[in-house]
């Protein structure tokens, strides 16, 4: 009798169970559906709540009507944004064609933000020729590489955004909404990178004059951030959301697990399948010795084709090649392999001290989106007396770094923009050796604080994140935090270590899941200046963390931070929802953990 009971319900339906359910899947949808349409209400009512108003009133010419509707659909899309007045403005010196739809005022709003960024970067240049003082030329150098990566970044949305002008806002992908993000997020930070490289040489005259010429540039992209983040970012989701109920209302008996483990998308099998140990096929291979096809990086390199839309796969034999190497924004898919993170070392030792903008300092810099590195080193052998001296600099969209070093001591790694994945990594350092304004998530990563310069604390991170709207973060799960150990297996770090320190008024970090040594000062972070708390626009968080490092209750109280986030929070930070994950890491075959 107990056998039997034991299989109930195994192969057949129980028509109460199944009623009850049927119950509970329309419950459900019913909460989804008025949550959805409430949402969607507040949004039309932000964009296009004023036009029924205007439609309704007698005027005395359909012009009248046209424009004055035009001007309150801009005036509701401009209330999302942080720079009202200039969007306003913006958006009706270009409006032709007195659109009132959101999607066509984000064209605007892009337009006006290409035509900007346009007229800025010819300053660097014409300033450069006036000026004598190399550290300051060499600052404006760094100007003229990202403004003119910011105006790739606004062309790229504009093309994504084609030219149908009837095209419904609704019908935005969230898939685009999230590059639009990351691209605008992008351009922002390539402007304050110009405004930061003259602050490190203290160029203030020089600086002032830049955010003067550049406050126009700088404050419509952060409306067109706002815009797309607020407004289609909404509309988008709804459309998602309007879809998955029809679904739903199709599909009713959806079994309970499916309907709770959706957003996996992936099965457990398709995600440990990604981990491929055989080498591909390499188009080009690099040997010191002379018996590949190029004896350098660089020569390598100079063989890639531009905007290529395969993959063009390099191989790196064992040895340490002592070069800067810069793949640029037009080299497009890049993989680059070698044969271990302690056998084949990419080499440098530009600095800050010698001269050189921290940018500039990257042993190995990479822009061009899709690229991806395998066991694989990069090194700068400075010191940390050199202060500043970046291993890698990543601005490269869905890049990924996989059993890779990156071996340096303040400001290792550089992971300046868009969207990166560093998985089984090893990263060394001592100040800041973590930092940038990427939407970044470190995964089984170890990192390694090593002993610093005299009088210097040692600092992990340091996030970059300028605007509220900046889908940007530093996110590290599932690592290990711990100092780096000699030959002797023994540690020489003696300083005072912190998970971090805010770099600007909404930096982002969050730590979960990691293992955290007894090396970790209990007070976990610290403010950027001593003994100056940071704004509470900041965003840091730890989750679930084990280690004697881990402990708590010594931490700071900065209302900015939140000492055991929830798992609810603790998930936008995984690399499907950080990320946007789920979309392109699968075919780099690397093997990665979606959610927490």
Known sequence: MDTIKSFKGYGKVDEVEQQAFRKKTRKRIVIIIASVILLFAIVIAIVVGTL?????????SSGTASTTTTSSSIRSVCSVTQYQESC?????SLDTTTTTDPQQLFKLSLLAVLTELTHLSTFPSNLKSKINDDRVRAALGVCQVVIDDAIDRINDSISAMGD????????????????????????LTDQETC??????????????????????????????LAIVSKILGILSNFNSHHRR?????????????????????????VERRFLQETKPTPNVVVNKDGTGDYRTIGEAVAKIPKKSATRFVIYVKAGEYVENVNLDKSL????????????TIVSGSLNKIDGTPTFNTATFAVVGKGFIARDMGFKNSAGPQKEQAVALRSGS?????????????????????????????????????????????LQSCNIQPRQPGPNQVVTITAQGKKDVNQNTGISIQKCSISPLMTSSNSSSLTARSYLGRPWKEYSTTIIMQSQIGSFLDPAGWSPWVPGVNPPSTIFYAEYLNTGPGATLDKRVTWDGYTRNTTSAQASKFTVESFIDGTMWLPQTQVLFDLTL
């Open 195 to 224: 405004f930061d490289s003259l602050e490190e040489v203290n160029a203030i005259t020089v600086l002032e004059e830049m955010k003067v010429l550049a406050r126009n540039s700088t404050e419509f992209s952060s409306n067109s």
């Open 397 to 441: 969209d869905q890049s990924v770094f996989y059993k890779c070093s990156f071996d340096g001591f303040q400001d290792t790694l550089y992971a300046h923009s868009n969207r990166q994945f560093y998985r089984e990594c090893d990263i060394t350092g001592t100040v800041d050796f973590i930092f940038g304004n990427s939407a970044v998530v």
């Open 88 to 92: 306003i403005s913006s958006l009706r």
């Open 245 to 269: 109920l029809l679904l739903l209302g199709q599909e009713e008996g959806l079994e309970e697990e499916e309907e709770e483990d959706h957003h996996m998308r992936f099965p457990r099998w």
């Open 332 to 343: 497009w898919n890049v993989m680059m392999y070698g044969d271990g993170m302690a056998n």
């Open 52 to 60: 029924l108003v205007h439609n309704n009133k007698n005027s005395t």
């Open 164 to 187: 149908d002008d009837d095209k419904s806002s609704s019908s935005l992908s969230i898939g685009m909404v999230e590059d639009l993000k990351t691209w605008l997020s992008t351009t």
